[in-house]
Every structure is written in structure tokens, then in C-alpha cells.
């Protein structure tokens, strides 16, 4: 290996690095967007929650399934947020999912998300057999 060789291995090194680092910002960015669009969506399901609650008790109203539905709707959207916070810090230090694209923990042998598997040597052994059933 000479010199150029060298500079042309580090430099290669280095843009692939950098080109992973603005692929984390931008998948940062991206999820931290969605956090933002459901906390408003949270914020207007409480709102509703509140104001119908209110409108009933005002009324005399004491059974109400759509108090209901948006208690659950409130619980799905909470699930939502803290899935993405997750998401968020696993960015920082995680493997991206060739799948899913999500982003899960070094040690991890299959994506908490999708399920699949996260080991390029068991992937190679798969592709094999799954080829192999094709034929
Ligand atoms: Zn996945």
C-alpha cells in the first residue's frame, strides 16, 4: 500500500463516516418532527377529552363511550411518543435495521421493530436456504 493508497483508503473511511453521521441527523431530525406532531395531536386529544367531560357534566351526561375512545387514543399516541424518544437515543449509538430502518442496540441479534435478523452471517446463511427452497 502506498501513500495514495493510504489517503484514498482514510479519506474513503472518512466520507463513509460522514455520510452515516448525516444519515443520523437526518433520521434525528425526521423522528424528532414526528414527536412534535404528535405532542400537538396529544395536546388536541386532551383538549377534546376535557371539553366533552365538561359538556357532559354540564348536561348530566354520566355514561359515554366516546370518552372511551379517546382515553384509548390518548394511550396510543403516548405509546407512540416514547417509542420514537427511543428511537431517538438508539440513533446515537445503533445499528440501522437493513429492513425497517430502525435503529437498535450493538448486541442485539434481531430488530426490536421488525424482527429481522441483524446478523450478517446468519442473514448470508438464510439467503441460502431461502434461495435453495425456490428453486
Ligand atoms: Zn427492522
Known amino acids: 500500500m502506498d501513500i495514495f493508497d493510504e489517503i484514498y483508503a ?3 473511511d472518512g466520507f463513509k463516516k460522514t455520510e452515516q453521521a448525516a444519515e443520523k441527523l437526518v433520521d434525528k431530525g425526521r423522528i424528532n418532527l414526528e414527536i412534535l406532531r404528535l405532542e400537538r395531536k396529544l395536546k388536541k386529544a386532551y383538549e377534546t377529552l376535557g371539553m366533552r367531560v365538561y359538556n357532559n357534566n354540564a348536561a348530566g351526561v354520566e355514561e359515554d363511550k366516546f370518552i372511551l375512545m379517546k382515553i384509548n387514543e390518548i394511550d396510543l399516541i403516548k405509546e407512540k411518543i416514547e417509542k420514537l424518544k427511543l428511537d431517538n437515543e438508539y440513533v446515537e449509538y445503533c445499528e440501522k435495521c437493513k429492513n425497517c ?3 437498535n442496540a450493538k448486541e442485539e ?3 426490536r421493530n421488525c424482527g429481522a435478523d441483524l ?3 446468519n442473514k448470508a446463511v438464510y439467503s441460502v436456504e431461502f434461495d435453495s427452497d425456490n428453486k
Open 101 to 103: 430502518g430502525s435503529y
Open 119 to 121: 446478523t450478517p452471517f
Open 109 to 111: 441479534t434481531v430488530c
Open 10 to 12: 482514510a479519506a474513503k
